[in-house]
C-alpha cells in the first residue's frame, strides 16, 4: 500500500515535469514565428537571386512606385523603350559591370503604365521610394529598396494569417511559401499583395466561424473592411473572394442587423474607391472590349477553351516552373511535388476544425468562379479569334483562387484519416524546396 509521503512525492513530481514541459514549450518557437523566419530568409534569397527587372514586368510596376513616389498618380502613356531594353537583358554581369545607373526622366515617360494599378498597390514601397530617393537615384538601391518593402508588407499579412488559423495550416503555408509565390514576393510585382490579402480574407472568415460566442471588438471589424479595401485598390478581380465575410455567424456582429450594416460598410469603403480609381484611369466604363479580330466566341467559351488548352500551362507556371522573364525551368518533378502537397494539404488531410458547410463551400468555388471569369474578362482583347484561346494570361493569376478551390473540394468525411504534417516539419520542408529553386534561379543569372 502507497504512503501519503510517497503519493506526494509522485504528486510533486508529475507538477514538475509539467512545469518544465511547460517552460520548453514557451522557449520552442511558435509556428508563426519559424513561419516569419524561414519566409524572410526565403525572400532575401530569392531577392538575390532575381536580378533587377528580370521578372515578367518589374521595370514597369517599379516605374510605377517611383513615379508616385514624386506625387504623379496618374501614369504617362506608355511605350517600349528605355527601361524595357535593360530589363530584357539584365543578368547579374551587367548590374556588377555598371552599378550606377541612374533613373531617367524618359523612363518614367516610356516605361510608365495607365493601368488600373492604384497607388495603395505600392503603398509601402511608394513611401521607401521617397525617403531614399531623397538620398539617391541610383536603380540599383532603388529596386531593391522597393523590392524589401513589397517583402516586409506582405511579412506582415501573412504572419497573423498562420498564428490565427487553427485547422489546415499546412495549406496557407503551402500556398506561402509555394515558389513561385515567393518569386512574386520577393520582386516588385503587382500581384503579391493580392494574393497575400485574399488568404488574409479567406482565414478572417475561417477565424471567425471558430471564434467563441462574444462579438468582434473594432479592431476586427476595421480589419475587415481594411482588407476589403486595399484588395480592391490592389486587383479588382479577386475583390469578390469578400462576400465570403457574409458566411460570418451573425452573433459575431451582435445580430442580424449589425451584420446587415457591416456588410454596406464594407461595400462602400472598397466598391466606392475601387470603382472610382478604375473610372478615372478608363480600366472600365468604355467600349466594350471585343475579342481580337471580332471572333464571335462568348465569354463562357473562351474560358472553357483556353482551360483546356492551357490547363497545364496554367498549373506549372503557377506552382514551380517558368520564373519570370528568365525563363527558367527548374524541372517538371519540382511541380509534380508541389502539386502532391497541394492534394495532400489541400483534399485529404482532416479540416473539421474549419467548420467548412455546405454553403462556405460553395460560396469558395463560386467566388473562385467569378474570379476566373473577370480574370478572361480583361485578357480577352488578346484572344485567337480562330480558336477562342486567350493568349498573355500567366499561370500566376490563377494562385489567389487555389485556397478556396482546395477548402471547397475537401474532403468532409472518410473513412481513412489522413494525418496531420505536423507544421514546423513542413515548414522546413518547403524551406528546402524553395531553396533548391532559387540556387537553380541564382545560377543561372550569374553570366
Not at 530617393?133 to 498562420?162: E, F, M, N, W
Request: charged share 15%; with cysteine.
Amino acid at each position: 500500500m502507497m504512503t501519503v509521503r510517497k503519493r506526494y512525492a509522485i504528486m510533486k513530481n508529475d507538477e514538475g515535469n509539467k512545469r518544465r514541459k511547460m517552460k520548453e514549450k514557451e522557449k520552442s518557437l511558435k509556428i508563426e514565428q519559424l513561419f516569419l523566419i524561414i519566409f524572410c530568409i526565403l525572400g532575401l534569397l530569392y531577392t538575390i537571386a532575381i536580378p533587377p527587372f528580370r521578372m515578367t514586368d518589374e521595370y514597369r510596376h517599379f516605374v510605377r512606385a517611383y513615379e508616385i513616389s514624386q506625387g504623379q498618380i496618374i501614369s504617362a502613356e506608355e511605350s517600349t523603350e528605355s527601361l524595357q531594353q535593360l530589363a530584357g537583358q539584365a543578368t547579374w554581369k551587367i548590374w556588377r559591370e555598371d552599378p550606377d545607373i541612374t533613373v531617367r526622366e524618359e523612363w518614367v515617360k516610356d516605361s510608365s503604365i495607365p493601368s488600373s494599378y492604384s497607388p495603395f498597390s505600392y503603398f509601402v514601397s511608394s513611401i521607401l521610394l521617397f525617403f531614399v530617393g531623397l538620398c539617391t537615384d541610383k536603380v540599383l538601391v532603388l529596386i531593391y529598396v522597393a523590392r524589401l518593402g513589397q517583402l516586409a508588407t506582405v511579412a506582415l499579412l501573412l504572419y497573423p494569417v498562420i498564428k490565427n488559423i487553427s485547422s489546415a495550416g499546412n495549406l496557407f503555408i503551402l500556398i506561402g511559401l509555394m515558389p513561385m509565390c515567393m518569386q512574386e514576393f520577393a520582386v516588385l510585382s503587382g500581384d503579391s499583395m493580392a494574393i497575400a490579402l485574399t488568404m488574409d480574407v479567406i482565414a478572417f472568415v475561417l477565424w471567425q466561424r471558430e471564434a467563441g460566442e462574444g462579438g468582434m471588438g473594432w479592431n476586427e471589424i476595421l480589419a475587415m473592411i481594411g482588407m476589403a479595401f486595399f484588395l480592391g485598390q490592389c486587383k479588382y478581380i479577386y475583390v469578390f473572394v469578400c462576400l465570403l465575410y457574409s458566411f460570418i455567424p451573425k452573433k459575431r456582429f451582435g445580430g442580424i442587423w449589425r451584420k446587415g450594416i457591416a456588410a454596406v460598410a464594407v461595400g462602400v469603403c472598397a466598391g466606392v474607391p475601387m470603382l472610382g480609381w478604375l473610372l478615372k484611369v478608363g480600366s472600365i466604363g468604355g467600349a466594350p472590349r471585343s475579342v481580337a479580330g471580332g471572333s464571335t466566341f462568348t465569354l463562357p467559351e473562351i474560358v472553357v477553351r483556353s482551360l483546356l488548352a492551357n490547363a497545364k500551362l496554367y498549373v506549372a507556371s503557377s506552382t514551380a516552373d517558368s520564373f519570370g522573364d528568365l525563363d527558367i525551368h527548374p524541372g517538371i518533378y519540382w511541380t509534380v511535388i508541389i502539386l502532391l502537397l497541394l492534394f495532400y494539404v489541400g483534399i485529404l488531410e482532416d479540416k473539421k476544425e474549419l467548420k467548412l458547410s455546405v454553403g462556405l463551400r460553395l460560396g469558395m468555388l463560386g467566388t473562385a468562379v467569378i474570379s476566373v471569369f473577370m480574370l478572361f474578362y480583361t485578357f480577352i482583347g488578346g484572344t485567337n479569334p480562330e480558336t477562342g484561346v486567350t493568349n498573355g494570361l500567366q499561370g500566376r493569376y490563377f494562385i489567389p483562387m487555389y485556397l478556396p478551390v482546395l477548402l471547397g473540394i475537401s474532403i468532409p468525411f472518410r473513412k481513412i484519416k489522413f494525418p496531420e504534417i505536423p507544421q514546423k516539419y513542413f515548414v522546413i520542408v518547403m524551406a528546402i524546396i524553395d531553396a533548391g529553386i532559387a540556387g537553380l534561379i541564382m545560377k543561372c543569372c550569374i553570366a
